[in-house]
C-alpha cells in the first residue's frame, strides 16, 4: 500500500492507512492490577468474572477482575457492554460442541501452485444455538492461509456445548491443515 506524504500531515488519515496496511488494531486494551502489573493486549471472553485475555505478543492470559483496578474494572464492563456475544463464554464444559456441518477452506488455483502447506488454528465462540459467532487466528504458519482458514470456519454449524446439561457459549480452537 503507498501512503501519499500528505496523508502523513493528518493523523487519523495516517492511523487509518496503517491500519489498513498492517491489519492490526491500533488501540490494545490496557489492564492493571491492583499489584501494578500491566497487561496489554486484547479482550477475548469473559465469564464468572474471569477475564480471557490475549497478550500482544499472542500469549494467553486469565485475569480475575476482582484483582483490577478500579479503572480497568470500568473498562472491562465497557467492553462487555459492546461485546455481549462474548460474555458468559465457557472454555471447560462438560459436554463439548460436536460438528455436524463442517466447511473446507477454498483454496484459490493461484496459491494450489504456489505448493504450500500449513497449518491454522482458528479460536471461535459458538453460541447456544451451535453457530459460530466469533472467529478469529489463534496461531499459523502460513499467513496465505489464514482468512480461507476463517471463512470457511464461520461456515460450521455445530451441536452446542453443554454445562450442567444446558447448551452454552464456548470457545474452542479448531485446527485446519493445509496441503498442497
Do not use: C
Request: charged share 25%; net charge neutral; hydrophobic share 40%.
Amino acid at each position: 500500500m503507498n501512503i501519499r506524504f500528505s496523508a502523513l500531515k493528518r493523523p487519523l488519515a495516517f492511523a487509518f492507512a496503517l491500519l489498513l496496511a498492517t491489519g492490526q488494531s491500533l488501540l490494545a486494551t490496557v489492564l492493571v492490577d491492583q499489584a501494578g502489573n500491566r497487561y496489554e493486549g486484547e479482550i477475548d471472553t469473559l465469564l464468572n468474572g474471569e477475564i480471557s485475555f490475549t497478550l500482544a505478543d499472542g500469549s494467553s492470559q486469565t485475569i480475575q477482575v476482582v484483582d483490577l483496578t478500579s479503572e480497568s474494572r470500568a473498562a472491562v464492563e465497557n467492553w462487555a457492554a459492546r461485546n455481549p456475544d462474548k460474555v458468559d463464554v465457557h472454555t471447560r464444559v462438560d459436554e463439548p460442541p460436536v460438528p455436524t456441518r463442517t466447511v473446507a477452506p477454498v483454496v484459490p488455483p493461484e496459491l494450489r501452485r504456489q505448493n504450500l502447506s500449513g497449518m491454522v488454528s482458528v479460536a471461535v465462540i459458538i453460541n447456544e444455538r451451535g453457530q459460530v459467532i466469533d472467529s478469529r487466528i489463534n496461531r499459523s504458519n502460513q499467513p496465505e492461509f489464514d482468512q480461507l482458514a476463517v471463512d470457511a470456519v464461520r461456515q460450521w454449524r455445530f451441536q452446542p456445548g453443554k454445562k450442567d446439561g444446558q447448551p452454552v457459549k464456548v470457545r474452542v480452537i479448531i485446527p485446519l491443515r493445509f496441503n498442497s
